[in-house]
């Protein structure tokens, strides 16, 4: 019996201490958890409300860029003669105005209203759904506009039914402060949306009616934050705003608001369904509207799993401690005899690696002093010779620039000698009180002056410094701008040029500047080539091919000596005679190309002539359509 009692205590005590274990496995893995989760979610508010912010900001930015626009166009001359008499005169002129700022703001629509409301003008008036003939009275933007405010408005378009954000200026014909029509301009959210894809987060822009009308996800847009009643649904229906769009709820639940005015929501329906969010709110006061930014929870749930298998961890790694130590007091003894033993031997051991360690070092730090100043040598070897090609490439611009002085000079004596006439007639007519003919001769004088300066600037565009940075560069426009610079020569020798390239524009991933120099040097190349040529034919040629584009430059000339094929790009290397090239030209071409990612090819034409290839890589921001333009510029002697 008395055996009994101490066998039922040690078990009943072994029962309260396997209880007590648990009891504080389980307190230490839910306070990691709290802890953790906190924690998580005050990064997570922090990443939300910095992307908030940003995104907030380039919204602001994007719409704001374009709020100068209606009162530019409404100030234009020929906007106000047209809106003076619309019944008496053409309306093409205006919109082919309205048109051309269209394309160049890159924005959707500009249209004119008159004092009614009609529209007399549109950029859009040869599509089908024109605005042409609308009346908008009912748009808070006219309304705003014809009472002298400017007007800002955002909506689903009448006729396009595309979300849009629109700008109103009032036009004045008088000065008696009373509008006489309306101009609009009509921005499209679609861009500034598809930036937001890119984030690791939901955007949702609201308005003052908490109608979602714009989202990083397509589901959610023009759905409603919260539930609408019959009466408010009325109501928006009435405005037009949304035409006829259902604006169903979009079935967001707060599950907690927190200190930080945060809340934690989750969805009960649509593409968010099942997933918990850290929801921001950032209000956009200048078009009254709320940005929200919608932070999943994963990470901080990811978060308190880790902290909970952590501590877990921890403390059963704390009890297997417990458990065992008090077996190791037992060896304690013997270790401590044992761990004398190995001191002594380590010591020893220890000794002679301090002694190699320091041999080593010492021949170490020799090999890496030497190593240091052979890499030094190195770089100072290859800063000289990135100067002396940068140089070398300058110099061939200018020498290019010396080739071209002839044309530009015979470009330049024309407008000056005109310039003299219109000057000294402009002088006589002063004197006989003729000041309308005077006044006619002058702006002659600033039409040849505005002329000679753009044969200077295209001087100093060609022999300006390129960058290190690659960019998306368009192969035409480099093709057109070498043109322009052998304009006179091409013209005085006949040369017909020949181009063979698709409709749509062709951009590689390449630097301007250095571009335009290498197509600069084989155009001129291509044209000594052709100077015994009696009918000179210069072709140029772009071929888009998967990843890759290739630029050509061809000439009917004698072509290249097939001995000659292998060293072409040679430095120093020139068939020319005594004085007319160092042989640098294609050289430093083929080098720049090499630069830029891509290759110089060289070969003589199955018909006659030389072919230079450049084949460069297409820039990834843009699309090369397949359609081909071939045209011909007939030679000026023809």
């Not at 990443?47 to 704001?64: I, P, Q």
């Not at 407008?415 to 003919?437: G, H, K, Q, S, V």
């Amino acid at each position: 019996m008395s055996v009994a009692k101490p066998a039922r205590r040690s078990r009943a005590w072994r029962l309260w201490l396997l209880l007590l274990v648990l009891l504080g496995f389980v307190a230490v893995v839910w306070q990691a958890a709290e802890v953790a989760r906190d924690q998580a979610l005050q990064t997570l508010h922090g990443e939300a409300e910095n992307e908030l912010r940003l995104s907030a900001t380039g919204l602001e930015g994007y719409l704001s860029r374009h709020d100068y626009l209606p009162e530019l166009l409404a100030s234009r001359e020929v906007v106000k003669r047209f809106l003076a008499s619309p019944e008496q005169q053409d309306a093409m002129p205006v919109n082919l105005l309205l048109d051309h700022f269209r394309e160049t703001a890159n924005v959707s629509d500009i249209y004119l209203l008159d004092r009614f409301a009609n529209t007399l003008a549109a950029s859009n008036w040869h599509l089908p759904n024109t605005f042409i003939g609308q009346n908008y009275a009912f748009r808070s933007y006219y309304q705003d506009a014809i009472a002298g405010r400017q007007g800002r408005f955002h909506g689903l378009g009448v006729q396009s039914l595309e979300r849009g954000y629109y700008f109103s200026a009032p036009v004045m014909l008088d000065d008696d402060d009373t509008p006489d029509g309306v101009m609009v301009v009509k921005v499209l959210l679609d861009a500034i949306e598809n930036s937001w894809a890119e984030q690791s987060a939901e955007l949702l822009v609201t308005d003052r009616d908490d109608i979602i009308f714009m989202a990083s996800h397509p589901e959610l847009r023009l759905t409603a934050l919260s539930p609408l009643s019959k009466k408010e649904r009325e109501a928006l229906l009435a405005t037009r705003r949304y035409a006829d769009e259902p604006l169903s709820p979009s079935g967001i639940e707060i599950l907690e608001t927190r200190r930080d005015q945060s809340l934690l929501v989750s969805f009960s329906q649509g593409p968010l369904k099942g997933e918990e969010y850290l929801l921001l709110t950032r209000s956009l006061p200048e078009f009254g509207w709320d940005m929200h930014i919608l932070k999943p929870q994963l990470p901080v749930r990811r978060a308190q799993w880790q902290a909970g298998l952590l501590a877990g961890g921890f403390y059963g790694v704390a009890l297997f401690a417990g458990g065992f130590g008090w077996q190791r007091l037992r060896l304690r003894r013997e270790r401590e005899l044992f761990a004398e033993r190995e001191r002594q031997t380590l010591a020893r051991a220890r000794d002679e690696l301090e002694r190699n360690v320091e041999r080593r070092t010492r021949d170490l730090v020799d090999s890496n002093r030497r190593l240091s100043a052979e890499i030094e040598e190195r770089r100072r070897a290859e800063a000289n010779l990135r100067q002396t090609r940068d140089e070398l490439v300058q110099a061939a611009k200018l020498a290019v620039l010396g080739q071209l002085a002839a044309g530009i000079n015979h470009e330049l004596n024309q407008p000056l000698a005109a310039i003299r006439a219109y000057a000294e007639n402009a002088r006589t007519f002063l004197a006989r009180n003729r000041l309308d003919t005077a006044d006619a001769n002058l702006e002659q004088v600033i039409e040849l002056t505005a002329r000679m300066a753009e044969i200077s600037a295209q001087l100093k565009q060609f022999s300006r410094k390129s960058g290190d940075n690659l960019t998306a560069v368009s192969v035409p426009a480099c093709f057109d701008y070498a043109l322009r610079l052998y304009q006179t020569r091409l013209h005085s020798a006949g040369v017909e040029v020949v181009r063979h390239w698709p409709d749509q524009d062709v951009w590689v991933r390449a630097d301007l500047v250095r571009l335009e120099q290498v197509m600069v040097n084989l155009i001129g190349n291509a044209l000594q080539a052709m100077n015994d040529t009696p009918t000179p034919r210069l072709v140029l040629s772009i071929e888009p091919r998967g990843k890759e584009v290739r630029i050509g430059v061809a000439d009917n000339g004698p072509g290249i000596a097939e001995e000659h094929l292998k060293r072409v790009f040679e430095p120093f290397f020139t068939t020319k005679s005594s004085g007319s090239g160092l042989g640098l030209g294609l050289s430093i071409s083929s080098r720049i190309i090499d630069d830029l990612g891509g290759r110089l090819e060289a070969c003589n034409q199955a018909n006659g002539g030389a072919l230079f290839t450049i084949v460069l890589p297409t820039s990834p921001d843009t699309v090369i359509n397949s359609g081909h333009r071939d045209t011909e510029e007939p030679s000026p002697h023809a």
